[in-house]
């Protein structure tokens, strides 16, 4: 519907998520995994279909960086679509048989909030830093993985600050707890971001080889041609490091080094053109796309459990 052709703000987004939790009692559940530095909840939905034999699960986290706003509509395009085509499309219905999928709508809520209000461009998170006066640390280059070496900044005032230590930001203490918490279900990551139209898998902290770099390669080339065929799109695809630039302290490559071994990012719409300030008009297919890719992936890593 219209609605998902929208960007929303932060209130209406914490409406969406009781409203739909309230129309698919039977499918979604809520859980709260923290809060955000100005306190604010960070809610996952848990989607499950056929709920009998034992189950693994997937994660998808939209909106790290604040300001990526098609991030967070592909999360709610993606409830919407498995909810609408549970029991009527084959491969979201087996996806949701065979995995859990938690999604964390807005990981940064606080610095979305403040691109509604403030500052557009804004993309860290919004706590204060102590003998600074500039807000925020970059989530993305918050978490334990060769955290703060070269591709992310130590001075506060810059866009890539790594923050004091890894996961000093309750956004990512909370993430990073949460997949912890749950190191026996969650079998793949995927971490969604804008603009640049690639698909992204380990590394991006180094130039290193991953041991399944193959088969996560094979995975998102098939992903990126069908994007191809289908909408005539374009996605880069490959290692972080080699396809986008070095830089440590990603989700990603913490969570891979975790043990999830199945851990993307995708970069969604466009390539420039507009960037961060993609139309909302743009919203149905840059949605559809990625929902592609993750359709792909997860299917992918079904076959392989
Ligand atoms: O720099 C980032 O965090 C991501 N690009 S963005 O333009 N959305 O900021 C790329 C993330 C790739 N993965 C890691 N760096 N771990
Ligand atoms: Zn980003």
Redesign the pocket.
């Known amino acids: 519907g219209v609605f998902y052709e929208r960007y929303h703000s932060l209130e209406d987004i914490y409406y969406w998520i009781n409203k739909t939790k309230q129309d698919h009692s039977d499918m979604v559940k809520v859980i709260l995994i923290g809060s955000s530095s100005e306190k604010r909840p960070l809610y996952v939905l848990k989607l499950s279909g056929r709920r009998d034999e034992v189950k693994r699960a997937m994660w998808i986290d939209c909106g790290i ?1 604040a300001r ?1 706003w098609i991030a967070p509509a592909f999360c709610m395009w993606f409830v919407n679509y498995a909810l609408a085509f549970y029991n009527q499309n084959t491969e979201i219905t087996d996806i949701l048989n065979n995995m859990d999928v938690y999604i964390l709508t807005v990981m940064n809520p606080d610095g979305y909030k403040y691109t509604w209000t403030t500052d557009r461009m804004w993309r860290k998170n919004r706590s204060s830093n102590k003998d600074s006066d500039c807000f925020g640390a970059d989530l ?1 280059r918050n978490f334990d993985a060769n955290w703060c070496t070269k591709g992310a900044s130590d001075n506060p005032c810059d866009p890539t600050y790594c923050g004091q230590f890894p996961e000093s930001e309750p956004e990512t203490q909370a993430v990073a707890r949460f997949l912890r918490s749950h190191k026996d279900t969650v079998k793949l990551y995927l971490s969604i ?2 603009y640049s139209q690639m698909l ?1 898998f380990p590394y ?2 180094s130039y290193d080889e991953i041991p399944n770099h193959n088969e996560l390669f094979e995975v998102v080339k098939e992903a990126s041609t069908k994007i191809r065929r289908y909408y005539r799109t374009n996605y880069k695809y490959g290692p ?1 490091a080699k396809t ?1 630039y070095l ?1 440590p302290g ?1 989700s ?2 913490w969570a891979y080094n975790f043990g999830i071994k199945y851990s993307f ?1 995708f ?1 969604l719409q466009d390539r420039g053109r507009y960037g961060f300030l993609l139309p909302p008009s743009f919203i149905p297919q840059a949605c559809n796309e990625a929902l592609l890719a993750t359709k792909i992936i997860a299917l992918h890593v079904i076959k392989k459990l």
């Open positions: 960086h990526e993305n971001h804008s992204l991006s902290c972080g986008i830089a990603g990603d490559d990012t970069e």
